[in-house]
């Protein structure tokens, strides 16, 4: 059975950088695409970032261009996401998803890792 | 990309049937058949439902089923049970490595 664990979130000061990670088990992360949502305090989910496959194709929504990066490492079986110039707009639970069936959907979750941009 | 519009809420009661509405564009939902359907518990991961408009995941109740027309797409939920309480969010690809989502409904079982 697929299991996605996130960790890596904390408090952080405005302008300030955090690497969340999502570990894969029960799955060999290869041509899975694999995406983070967010969802801030009372609000929806946003779509953040998206690895779409072996060749190491990366979107990224608007609001985090420039300042997020997504990466996977196949060896550890992580998804990563490095953020940086965080924002308080950036304070969201941070889920990791995996597709299966497409590329615009996910099949399985992790809990989510809480990141809250303050000073 | 502008957010997909669900209604903030929806209820019925144990047995009936709900629809959730999510309304797009012709530039996400109306241009792609790649809608779908999350339930989301408190302190829990997103659940999927439904994927490609209307089809349903392994493990998932036939009590949910989804359909689209034109920007609309459609979430049905039958048979209404306690543990359906939850709120949803529907996603659609916009196209450009692009995905979107609905700001969510929040239903309610009376």
């Known amino acids: 059975q697929v299991h996605l664990v996130e960790s890596g979130g904390g408090v952080v000061q405005p302008g300030g950088s955090l690497r969340l990670s999502c570990a894969a088990s029960?799955?060999?992360?290869?041509?899975?695409?694999m995406h983070w949502v967010r969802q801030a305090p009372g609000r929806g989910l946003e779509w953040v970032a998206f690895?779409?496959?072996?060749?190491?194709?990366?979107y990224y929504a608007d609001s985090v261009k420039g300042r997020f990066t997504i990466a996977k490492d196949s060896s550890k079986n992580t998804l990563y996401l490095q953020m940086s110039s965080l924002r308080s707009e950036d304070t969201a639970v941070y889920y990791c998803?995996?597709?299966?069936?497409?590329?615009?959907?996910?099949?399985?979750w992790g809990q989510g890792t809480l990141v809250t941009v303050s000073s | 990309q502008s957010a997909l519009t669900q209604p903030p809420s929806a209820s019925g009661s144990p047995g009936q049937s709900v629809t959730i509405s999510c309304t797009g564009t012709s530039s996400d939902v109306g241009d792609y058949n790649y809608v779908s359907w999350y339930q989301l518990h408190p302190g829990k991961g997103p659940k999927l439902m439904i994927y490609e408009v209307t089809k349903r995941p392994s493990g998932v109740p036939d009590r949910f089923s989804g359909s689209k027309s034109g920007n609309t797409a459609s979430l049905t939920v039958s048979g209404l049970q306690a543990d359906d309480e939850a709120d949803y969010y529907c996603s659609s690809y916009a196209g450009s490595n692009n995905l979107v989502f609905g700001g969510g409904t929040k239903l309610t079982v009376l």
């Open positions: 029960g799955i060999t992360l290869s041509t899975n695409g």
């Open positions: 998803g995996i597709t299966n069936y497409d590329f615009w959907s996910c099949y399985e």
């Open positions: 690895f779409r496959d072996s060749g190491g194709n990366k």
